[in-house]
């Protein structure tokens, strides 16, 4: 390793020196960002806090919706948990089996409506990431202690289904009785592991999120 040993302070301020540097293209200052998580995730929650103000639209809106559009041909590593119509009768074990013990915060989406862009399918997973990593930066709450969370039951994206890079359940939507079951599962699924957690639904398309 090289003698110098650099302090958190330092890291910072040399990462957003580079991330600076790319001020004109704010997609790719997102994936930056989303490298650094997937690679140090200490230094990635550092840079939030202690530039949230510059940081908040490369993660969230308006930023997001783009880099959803890029999440699976740009996907690194899996980041909190995917739920899809093959998983019924399941999801209480799959819950069981997230590995943290304490969880606060869980953001949900089902990518039926993701900000103006309509069904983006799995790629709608970057809505609870990006959210959750605000709340952390923001509110104070312990990024091993929120859980971002994608019911992937399909899509009527017909680009995506057709897309080869396209990391979501290849199928088109379920709806009616069965789409609310597999909700209803998952439901009961998050509250039977955590009992006290906020469950936040997020980007559902209008005709689900009134009924939900």
Known sequence: LPAQVRTI???VSNFVTQLSAMDDQPLMQNLMLQDLQARNETLYHRVLVDHVEKMAP???????GAACQHFSSRYQRSRGMFFTPEDAGEMGVMMRN???SETQVVVVTDGSRILG??????NGMGIPIGKLALYCAVGGIA????????L????NNESLLRDPLYRGYRQPRVTGDRYYAL????VRAVFSRFPNVLLQWEDFSSDKASNL
């Not at 490369?58 to 930023?63: A, F, I």
């Not at 992937?152 to 899509?155: R, S």
């Open 98 to 100: 997230w590995p943290r």
């Open 117 to 122: 862009l309509g069904d983006l399918g799995a």
């Open 183 to 186: 909700v209803d599962e998952f």
């Open 143 to 150: 990024p091993h202690r929120v859980l971002p969370v994608m």
């Open 152 to 155: 992937d039951f399909g899509t």
């Open 9 to 11: 302070e330092e890291q």
């Open 58 to 64: 490369l993660v969230y809106t308006p930023t997001v």
